[in-house]
């Protein structure tokens, strides 16, 4: 059976993980400006104020689990209110002491073992977007443990290490995700997937993208009328079905004329569409170049990273 989930990880490519402990004490705050890359927090010990930026406020606990795929800016901070430090999280990179905020002396109030990765997709901004602005997962004991041996391996130089990280990262966003795979999860891909008759559709669109469907055809499916699968598959995973078809069918391409070695009519026909001038249109309105250009430059920006020219 066809898992979009996992299509979906796999083709965002994770990797290269940083971490580091940060701890608090006594009235603190920190607001970080937007990093636009995936981040991860575990609590290990305390509690502390995590905000959002668009989002509710959430009170974190230790165990608790945060992932941001794509980290707007934020604040955390003690539950006792302070001014926020404003910190830009690129100045934090390449150090792994241990963060303090607020009191430096005694003992920690909270301490937690925050990071981040990157996705090496091109497609990154558009399957990201599939996925909720803010994981927050409690009571999940393999999620804390996986960040651990995160940390472990990102700060020891054994054989094997960026296979082992990239498989972990890969872990870590699957554990996360299916915590969350429910319907009180906002609307999204993971939405979706809660609801056993829209999950149907998805599996289907992801499992054939080169078939005709229409709304009318997924709704058969899943056993539902038309305006019923509709309206619900829309209020789950915030996107019409067609809507979503077109950004999985591109989202496909991209990493098809990526690799190279396919005429832009064979991508087409893979992708869905009975000609390549209707999936160069589509194409060129979705992405905003043609296709054709698309992997020229794709490819070669892949030959001058792999030469080692910037």
């Not at 971490?19 to 006594?26: L, Q, T």
């Not at 607020?102 to 990201?128: E, Q, T």
């Not at 993971?190 to 709704?219: C, K, S, Y």
């Not at 026909?269 to 209707?278: N, P, Q």
Request: glycine letters at 10%; one cysteine or more.
């Amino acid at each position: 059976m066809v898992d979009p989930l996992a299509q979906v990880i796999a083709m965002l490519r994770p990797r290269a993980v940083f971490s580091k402990v940060i701890s608090g004490a006594g009235a603190w705050a920190v607001r970080y400006t937007a990093f636009g890359q995936p981040s991860f927090c575990t609590l290990l010990e305390g509690r502390c104020v995590l905000r959002v930026d668009g989002q509710d406020p959430v009170e974190l606990q230790a165990g608790d689990f945060v992932l941001m795929p794509a980290t707007p800016g934020f604040t955390m901070g003690s539950l006792a209110p302070a001014t926020p430090v404003v910190l830009d999280p690129q100045q934090t990179q390449g150090n792994h002491a241990e963060l303090r905020h607020g009191r430096r002396g005694g003992r920690p109030d909270v301490r937690m073992l925050g990071g981040y990765f990157a996705f090496d997709s091109p497609d990154a901004a558009l399957l990201v977007a599939l996925l909720p602005v803010l994981l927050h997962v409690r009571d999940e004991e393999r999620l804390p443990t996986l960040v651990r041996l995160l940390r472990d391996e990102s700060l020891a130089a054994r054989p094997g290490r960026e296979l082992v990280l990239s498989r972990l990262v890969e872990l870590l966003l699957v554990e996360a995700l299916r915590a969350t795979t429910d319907g009180a999860a906002p609307p999204g891909l993971l939405r979706g997937l809660g609801d056993a008759r829209i999950a149907v559709g998805l599996r289907l669109m992801h499992g054939a993208p080169a078939q005709a469907w229409t709304v009318q055809a997924l709704a058969r499916k899943a056993a539902l009328s038309r305006s019923t699968f509709f309206s619900r598959f829309t209020q789950a995973v915030g996107l019409s079905p067609m809507s979503y078809l077109l950004n999985w069918r591109m989202a496909l391409a991209r990493q098809l004329l990526g690799r190279g070695g396919l005429a832009i009519a064979e991508v087409a026909e893979r992708v869905g569409y009975g000609s390549a001038s209707a999936f160069s249109t589509a194409f060129n309105r979705h992405v905003g170049q043609p296709p054709g250009q698309y992997a020229r430059q794709f490819l070669g920006a892949a030959r001058r990273l792999d030469q080692g020219v910037a």
